[in-house]
């Protein structure tokens, strides 16, 4: 079965860059959310996005926005990264109207390194 | 505020059975949910309770009671694979997911 796919895998980059992180959720699925992960931490839920409208948000930093696109892909751009920015970006998907109570699927995760 | 516990680590061996518990105090309750996590992994969807009683999927069945705000979820004939990081996490009167920070669980020969 289709799963979450997210791109890249891996990314490095410099403080004061910028990055861009690219999400497609399952097929079908309309709902899509970012979470960040630190080491050792539970998932930071950032922000989630229904029919390509936002529909949640949480701890995501002025200097983050998202958007969800006509083909319900979604992208996390970042900008200014900061070290404390390094981290795990899962991206999850899910099936339903604006608060289903429907199940979250996870993608494999972007880990990004900011030296 | 919104909390949910869960013990931080447990230890088991191999073919025997463990018990991991989560207690919640949220805003509304629309259903709880527990992942499993391989270090490094996505989390990936064990179960889901909105209602009180026993789910049972193979090896691992989840038990929610909204009146005690309690859940477990219960691992049989462990196998070494199942070493990993499990998540409770329950979805408040927003519908948001509010996560647990983890039980990681040792799985020894």
């Known amino acids: 079965a289709a799963g979450v796919i997210q791109s890249p895998r891996h990314l490095i980059k410099e403080k004061r860059e910028t990055a861009t992180l690219k999400c497609y959720p399952i097929?079908?699925?309309?709902?899509v959310y970012w979470y960040q992960q630190g080491p050792g931490q539970d998932p930071q839920f950032l922000i989630s996005?229904?029919?390509?409208?936002?529909?949640d948000k949480g701890s995501i930093p002025d200097r983050f926005s998202a958007q969800q696109f006509s083909d319900y892909h979604s992208e996390l751009n970042m900008s200014s990264l900061e070290l404390g920015d390094s981290a795990l970006y899962f991206c999850?998907?899910?099936?339903?109207?604006?608060?289903?109570?429907?199940?979250?699927?996870f993608g494999p995760g972007t880990r990004l390194t900011v030296l | 505020g919104q909390n949910i516990d869960q013990p931080t680590e447990m230890t088991a061996t191999e073919g025997a059975i463990v018990q991991i518990n989560c207690t919640y105090q949220?805003?509304?309750?629309?259903?709880l949910f527990w992942y499993q996590q391989h270090a490094g992994e996505a989390p990936t969807f064990l179960s889901y309770?909105?209602l009180d009683g026993l789910e049972e999927k193979g090896r691992f069945s989840s038990f929610l009671s909204r009146s005690k705000g309690y859940s477990y979820l219960l691992l049989k004939e462990l196998q070494m694979k199942d070493s990993a990081s499990y998540l409770c996490?329950?979805?408040?009167?927003?519908?948001?997911?509010?996560w647990g920070a983890g039980t990681k669980l040792i799985i020894k020969p």
């Open positions: 999850a998907s899910s099936l339903g109207t604006s608060g289903s109570t429907d199940t979250q699927y």
């Open positions: 097929p079908r699925h309309d709902t």
């Open positions: 996005f229904y029919e390509k409208m936002q529909s």
């Open positions: 949220t805003s509304g309750f629309n259903g």
């Open positions: 309770n909105v």
């Open positions: 996490a329950v979805m408040d009167s927003n519908y948001q997911l509010i």
